[in-house]
């Protein structure tokens, strides 16, 4: 009886961690991304000349989101956020087009980015990775720190 028991509390405790693992391995975002300058469009300014994403798990249902690369005119960038899927807005570090951002999930693979400069929706990213993970979309539309409307189609390809 007390291996059955045992046995029983194994296999009960095997599954938890193997659902445990499925369900944190399930967002689609996190990585590395290099975008793709061919494939993305910026208007209304030049495209960078490279952007490079690494994107990590952040406590629970977060990510530590970094940004690095170069705009049009070879000029050095960096921005940084750490963000949960709630739809509440946190700091962001290095954007001169907002200083605060939310994310909520809308699906395994969706995700809604909203951009606020000085409390003043900027701008909505919709974020979407392929179902095979290995290219990521993120749409950008609003305003940037200028007033000038913003509409960004820009692809990343996972490293």
Excluded at 14 to 27: E, H, I, P, Q, R
Excluded at 116 to 131: D, E
Aim: charged share 20%; glycine share 8%; hydrophobic share 35%.
């Amino acid at each position: 009886m007390t291996r059955r028991v045992s046995g029983s509390l194994a296999f009960a405790a095997s599954m938890v961690f193997a659902l445990g693992t499925m369900a944190k391995a399930a967002d689609s975002n996190i990585g590395t991304w290099k975008m793709n300058t061919v494939k993305s469009s910026f208007s209304p300014t030049r495209t960078p000349t490279s952007q490079t994403l690494k994107i990590e798990e952040w406590g629970v249902d977060g990510v530590k989101y970094a940004a690095d690369g170069f705009d049009a005119d070879g000029k050095a960038t960096h921005s940084e956020f750490q963000v949960k899927y709630d739809g509440k807005f946190v700091p962001v570090k290095g954007n001169p087009d907002a200083n605060t951002v939310s994310y909520t999930r809308l699906s395994a693979n969706t995700v809604e980015s909203t951009l606020r400069l000085n409390g003043k929706q900027a701008a909505i990213i919709r974020i979407l990775v392929s179902s095979d993970g290995r290219m990521m979309t993120m749409t950008q539309t609003g305003t940037n720190a200028a007033k000038q409307d913003v509409h960004n189609t820009i692809v990343y390809d996972k490293q």
